[in-house]
């Protein structure tokens, strides 16, 4: 990472303007003449000899600042890192309010991963020039680096208001805001490693990677130390309902309903563990009374419409079901799942371009759903070798 800063271009002092008061007599017609030449070695794409020419001004002249800087640029564009270091330093002692010199010395610290030295120059380097975004960018690089999260997280929110296209951008913020995190549920462990809190923490993690088995571990722990307080049935529910184990599931949907009955998650959950459970129209009457309680209580709660719309079909009520999928299509119109079920009931109709229509478009919608997340494993994995 750090060898890909390189400074392409900076505009060279001229010798006989940029001078300080201490060094005015030192530009006497040798350094004159040693300046071009050194000017013209650079332009032709000679840097050892511009090198050896600003050397020489600089062991008759040493008092000049503009020297230092055009030679520390030269070495620093050679990759010679801690030579461009040396001499921009000397430059800046003798002329403090050079700052391409800071800016230089500020990027020559961090290839040579001098970060807490790197720190302030680069600091002062973006406030002075808010557009350079390469010394922005080394910045942030600087503060993940020495830990200093909060502040990269504020950097690179500005940045991204600069560049709201910059993976890379997007990318370091991801992982700081998940240091942080991690900063933060390490504290919540450290507090007290077999709190509630803390085994629903770790259950999420483990769920996140999804390691269930873990997951139920933590969150069984979690329902064994506050079986009556909101949330740990849920937790435990959800695991078992992401494995497809529905009956278990559906206990632990019912448990967190009687220690928070207004939870319309748990309700539709319980119910959608229910029709999954039952395929035959017989055993269909408890979640669709769950669906209605649900949708009652929260109407906005799409998911519970199309399960309802779900339950109707199966009893062969397809009429009924119609209102609450025009519902959810309105709401999520690319959602696959929405136009299968319209087919079915406008088939069941007798319309027959309907039905082919929304099976069409549910084919549509399935290939760029699949294409898509084909497209994210590919992004990941370009963010992954970008990041290495």
Same mark, same amino acid.
């Not at 990472?1 to 900076?10: G, I, K, Q, T, Y």
């Not at 010395?105 to 680069?122: E, N, V």
């Not at 459970?277 to 009374?289: C, F, I, Q, V």
């Not at 397809?318 to 119109?333: G, I, K, M, R």
């Given at each position: 990472?750090?060898?890909?800063?390189?400074?392409?271009?900076? *505009?060279?002092?001229?010798?006989?303007?940029?001078?300080?008061?201490?060094?005015?007599?030192?530009?006497?017609?040798?350094?004159?003449?040693?300046?071009?030449?050194?000017?013209?070695?650079?332009?032709?794409?000679?840097?050892?000899?511009?090198?050896?020419?600003?050397?020489?001004?600089?062991? *008759?002249?040493?008092?000049?600042?503009?020297?230092?800087?055009?030679?520390?640029?030269?070495?620093?564009?050679?990759?010679?890192?801690?030579?461009?270091?040396?001499?921009?330093?000397?430059?800046?002692?003798?002329?403090?309010? $050079?700052?391409?010199?800071?800016?230089?010395?500020?990027?020559?610290?961090? /290839?040579?991963?001098?970060?807490?030295?790197?720190?302030?120059?680069?600091?002062?380097?973006?406030?002075?020039?808010?557009?350079?975004?390469? #010394?922005? $960018?080394?910045?942030?690089?600087?503060?993940?680096?020495?830990?200093?999260?909060?502040?990269?997280? #504020?950097?690179?929110?500005?940045?991204?208001?600069?560049?709201?296209?910059?993976?890379?951008?997007?990318?370091?913020?991801?992982?700081?805001?998940?240091?942080?995190?991690?900063?933060?549920?390490?504290?919540?462990?450290?507090?007290?490693?077999?709190?509630?809190?803390?085994?629903?923490?770790?259950?999420?993690?483990?769920?996140? $990677?999804?390691?269930?088995?873990?997951?139920?571990?933590?969150?069984?722990?979690?329902?064994?130390?506050?079986?009556?307080?909101?949330?740990?049935?849920?937790?435990?529910?959800?695991?078992?309902?992401?494995?497809?184990?529905?009956?278990?599931?559906?206990?632990?949907?019912?448990?967190?309903?009687?220690?928070?009955?207004?939870?319309?998650?748990?309700?539709?959950?319980?119910?959608?563990?229910?029709?999954?459970?039952?395929?035959?129209?017989?055993?269909?009457?408890?979640?669709?009374?769950?669906?209605?309680?649900?949708?009652?209580?929260?109407?906005?709660? $799409?998911?519970?419409? *199309?399960?309802?719309?779900?339950?109707?079909?199966?009893?062969?009520?397809?009429?009924?079901?119609?209102?609450?999928?025009?519902?959810?299509?309105?709401?999520?119109?690319?959602?696959?799942?929405?136009?299968?079920?319209?087919?079915?009931?406008?088939?069941? /109709?007798?319309?027959?371009?309907?039905?082919?229509?929304?099976?069409?478009?549910?084919?549509?919608? /399935?290939?760029?759903?699949?294409?898509? *997340? #084909? /497209?994210?494993?590919?992004?990941?994995?370009?963010?992954?070798?970008?990041?290495?």
């Amino acid at each position: 990472m750090r060898n890909r800063w390189l400074v392409l271009a900076l *505009v060279l002092f001229g010798l006989t303007t940029a001078l300080g008061q201490q060094s005015g007599d030192e530009v006497s017609p040798e350094v004159q003449q040693l300046y071009a030449q050194a000017r013209s070695a650079q332009q032709g794409g000679n840097a050892t000899l511009a090198i050896e020419k600003y050397r020489a001004i600089i062991r *008759v002249a040493p008092h000049i600042p503009a020297a230092y800087n055009n030679l520390g640029m030269l070495y620093f564009n050679e990759s010679d890192y801690e030579h461009a270091a040396e001499i921009l330093k000397r430059g800046l002692e003798i002329n403090g309010k $050079m700052p391409t010199a800071s800016a230089m010395l500020g990027m020559c610290y961090f /290839q040579l991963g001098k970060d807490d030295l790197a720190l302030p120059l680069l600091k002062a380097a973006v406030r002075a020039n808010a557009a350079d975004e390469k #010394a922005e $960018m080394m910045l942030i690089h600087i503060q993940i680096n020495l830990k200093i999260y909060n502040d990269a997280a #504020a950097q690179l929110r500005a940045f991204l208001e600069k560049h709201p296209n910059s993976q890379e951008a997007w990318y370091l913020l991801g992982k700081t805001y998940l240091q942080l995190s991690e900063d933060a549920l390490g504290r919540v462990h450290d507090i007290d490693p077999d709190s509630v809190i803390a085994h629903e923490i770790s259950g999420e993690i483990d769920t996140s $990677m999804h390691n269930y088995d873990l997951a139920l571990v933590e969150f069984k722990k979690a329902v064994d130390l506050a079986p009556n307080q909101p949330g740990t049935h849920m937790h435990l529910g959800e695991t078992y309902w992401s494995i497809g184990k529905w009956q278990s599931a559906a206990e632990e949907f019912k448990a967190e309903l009687g220690n928070d009955p207004n939870s319309c998650m748990a309700r539709w959950k319980l119910a959608n563990s229910l029709l999954e459970e039952n395929d035959d129209s017989e055993h269909l009457g408890d979640p669709l009374t769950e669906l209605n309680l649900a949708i009652d209580r929260c109407p906005s709660l $799409m998911q519970a419409h *199309v399960d309802r719309a779900r339950a109707l079909i199966r009893l062969g009520k397809q009429p009924d079901a119609l209102p609450d999928l025009l519902l959810a299509v309105a709401e999520s119109p690319r959602e696959p799942s929405i136009h299968f079920l319209l087919a079915n009931v406008y088939r069941s /109709q007798g319309k027959s371009a309907d039905a082919q229509k929304e099976m069409a478009l549910y084919g549509t919608l /399935q290939r760029e759903a699949s294409a898509a *997340v #084909a /497209q994210q494993a590919a992004d990941a994995n370009t963010l992954k070798s970008t990041a290495k």
